[in-house]
């Protein structure tokens, strides 16, 4: 590091200068202080590791600060809360230089504003490897706020956008430099794993729309939709020729040697909603959130007493595995 | 790690189990929903890394989790404000088993008791070496949050208990072993370190009691007076003949081969309380900290113009050097 640590507050203050709505203190005292909001807080925190979720060499530091505030804004929006504020804790190696520092405060100041909300608060510190933990706080209108446990028997699974193309961006981001790079189905795919994009306004209109149970897809469709279940108490059956697979992921099935349904199913990191909605009310979701965010509405299946099966296009049906990103899993 | 993310998850939201005042939805969403409180709010957050501010081989994992609720208490307390809410975010090499785990989480339960405050959230991760991320919400009537910008030429600089003893004690736990470990002086030493104190009811006294400038003592006395006279614009002379170094201090510094007053002026981690304050309310504060807290009120010099100074049982006047713990000092 180029600066010590007192020099390297300031230069991170000046990135994050300006006043914003609500904040009463911000940057550079013990502790933050906002107004408080007239609804419920919502509170969500998420840790991105150096070589576990992002490798220097692949991400640039804009885009890393970037992501590491969406995917926290992605965990308030699938509460169909609005997002406000923000604290980074930060670890860095001390080779870290400060201009790569620099870059990942403009990637967040970037997203803050993006979604708007405020970077009120951090610290900085010395690690082996860059760590970035963020936590975002939020506000519903008290009571509104969609948890995953209230899905009903008889509901209907739906999802926002499309699915896979994140975790296809990282294989290709991995993978030796070629033309595809270059394609727009490759610049989609890694602007899926390095731009992800929380649905903020679409979870509320879902909320609005009578959703019953929502979460946001970062772990792979089939955990998510598993961890919903289990909070509801309910089962799911999905149509696995409703999946909503993303395009681009056909041209780079072979190229990156990847199945499209499978990476659906379990790819993670596409930010994506997967709500549970009574079935008289998917039509008129879909049509608000086609015209008010030009975003699809998948409706893949239904809520059921237990279990989590898949249906193929042949109407066999089997177990739905569970699989995803598991930070601890058996080898 | 001998558990998957979901079993570790389910065992800790054991350890987490209990419905606490002001929480709608605790552990176990995409994001964590309170009820609003009626004051301002206050958001610190502060990070433990493995090899930087612990080492897995020093200190106990219970101790790692109560210390690291209570460094971030304490940033809540430095603003004269009360701790409501905490969120976790942690690495963990996938060496670690889940019982150290849940000692830590044991750790954080006991000291979020004893500041009642709420653990309602996380993010559980892999990594090569173990970080604990903390943020904590606090609450403060509006206006009231003591600054660090706020110190007035005149005003007196006071500091709560002694210092130097963290400092001393992690030296100690660093040594061959001895018989200092279980001496008075040592264990004094050592709880200190790994058992640190927030004085959440002596910041709210000190406001009341009227401190115009207030802010933890984390990284040094030197260092952090620093800061608050950076924030105020003023600078400060102190007299070290009445810096309270901790009496634990006198017997170990031969043992340690450290400087007693060297190591409360710069030891740092001590999370004692540094305030400015009128004069004429030094006294009223004191009798007051004496007789609620059993806490001993230091005054230790005067704010002034500009400069850091020292001066010296003979009256000689030397720079204070900001000296501390910065996390990218040059070597």
């Not at 013990?30 to 576990?52: I, N, R």
């Not at 992002?54 to 885009?63: E, I, P, Q, T, Y």
């Not at 909300?117 to 610290?123: F, V």
Request: aromatic share 4%.
């Amino acid at each position: 590091m180029d600066l010590t640590e007192d020099e390297l507050l300031a230069a991170i203050r000046k990135v994050l200068s300006g006043t914003a709505p609500g904040v009463v203190v911000g940057v550079g005292d013990d502790a933050a202080v906002v107004e408080a909001g007239s609804g419920e807080q919502v509170l969500t925190t998420d840790m991105l590791v150096e070589g576990v979720h992002f490798d220097r060499g692949l991400s640039s530091a804009r885009d890393l600060g970037y992501k590491a505030i969406v995917v926290n804004v992605s965990d308030v929006a699938a509460m169909a809360a609005s997002p406000r504020f923000a604290l980074v804790s930060l670890a860095l190696p001390p080779d870290t230089d400060a201009a790569w520092t620099m870059e990942l405060f403009g990637g967040m100041r970037a997203a803050c504003d993006e979604y708007a909300l405020s970077l009120i608060g951090g610290d900085l510190n010395r690690g082996e490897v860059a760590v970035v933990s963020i936590t975002v706080v939020g506000e519903v209108a008290p009571g509104r706020a969609v948890l995953r446990s209230g899905a009903k028997i008889g509901d209907r699974v739906v999802v926002t956008g499309s699915l896979g193309a994140a975790a296809a961006g990282l294989l290709l981001a991995k993978s030796p430099p070629g033309r595809a790079v270059g394609s727009d189905w490759g610049r989609e795919l890694l602007a899926a794993q390095f731009r992800p994009v929380a649905r903020v306004g679409e979870a509320q209109t879902l909320a609005q729309a009578g959703a019953t149970a929502m979460t946001d897809i970062s772990d792979g469709l089939a955990k998510d939709l598993g961890r919903l279940c289990a909070e509801s108490r309910v089962g799911a059956r999905v149509d696995l020729g409703r999946i909503p697979v993303a395009e681009s992921l056909g041209p780079a099935a072979e190229v990156l040697d990847l199945d499209p349904l499978e990476t659906a199913l379990s790819g993670g990191e596409d930010y994506e909603l997967l709500a549970t909605i009574a079935p008289s009310a998917v039509e008129g979701a879909r049509a608000e959130l086609r015209e008010r965010f030009r975003v699809t509405l998948a409706d893949i299946g239904a809520i059921i007493e237990e279990g989590l099966c898949a249906v193929d296009r042949d109407g066999r049906e089997f177990p739905l595995e569970p699989k995803g990103w598991d930070h601890f899993e058996r080898p």
